[in-house]
């Protein structure tokens, strides 16, 4: 079955860290590219490029796929999940952040008296543009291969 006897040995869950891990950092250096500030909170926020849930679930799945075989269930729930994941960053967490805008805007509108005019903004970057979905995919499956080519060479 399981070839991982400890979490520390835990193919897929090391690709799944290491693909968030590598999402999270590549978003925290081009928000400094582009804007010549760190910006700290981008290496736990969500929404950007690449999106970090679709690389975690994506490499996830595809280590899965490669320690257990992807003809079998485990990959298929993990499959299943990262489907759902990489659509909900699109769908309702991408529609959720764009309301979040207009909501935002509508209370800047307020006059000062307003009881709504003092509250704290909504977060606005919730989801994800499919390149961004598509990216982060391809992040997480790439970091897979290559956590599956490091243990091959290494037996």
């Given at each position: 079955?399981?070839?991982?006897?400890?979490?520390?040995?835990?193919?897929?869950?090391?690709?799944?860290?290491?693909?968030?891990t590598m999402a999270?950092?590549?978003?925290?250096?081009?928000?400094?590219?582009?804007?010549?500030?760190?910006?700290?909170?981008?290496?736990?926020?969500?929404?950007?490029?690449?999106?970090?849930?679709?690389?975690?679930?994506?490499?996830?799945?595809?280590?899965?796929?490669?320690?257990?075989?992807?003809?079998?269930?485990?990959?298929?729930?993990?499959?299943?999940?990262?489907?759902?994941?990489?659509?909900?960053?699109?769908?309702?967490?991408?529609?959720?952040?764009?309301?979040?805008?207009?909501?935002?805007?509508?209370?800047?509108?307020?006059?000062?008296?307003?009881?709504?005019?003092?509250?704290?903004?909504?977060?606005?970057?919730?989801?994800?543009?499919?390149?961004?979905?598509?990216?982060?995919g391809l992040l997480?499956?790439?970091?897979?291969?290559?956590?599956?080519?490091?243990?091959?060479?290494?037996?």
């Open positions: 079955m399981s070839s991982s006897s400890n979490i520390f040995t835990n193919y897929p869950l090391l690709c799944a860290l290491v693909a968030f999270q950092s590549i978003k925290f250096f081009t928000s400094w590219y582009k804007e010549r500030r760190w910006d700290i909170k981008q290496l736990v926020g969500s929404g950007g490029m690449p999106s970090s849930h679709s690389a975690t679930v994506a490499a996830l799945a595809t280590a899965i796929g490669f320690q257990e075989g992807f003809g079998g269930a485990l990959f298929a729930i993990a499959l299943i999940l990262a489907c759902v994941v990489m659509y909900d960053a699109t769908g309702v967490r991408l529609q959720a952040g764009r309301q979040a805008e207009v909501l935002n805007q509508i209370v800047y509108e307020l006059p000062a008296e307003h009881p709504l005019a003092e509250s704290r903004p909504l977060h606005e970057l919730l989801g994800h543009t499919p390149p961004q979905v598509v990216a982060g997480g499956i790439v970091t897979a291969v290559v956590g599956h080519l490091i243990i091959l060479s290494a037996s």
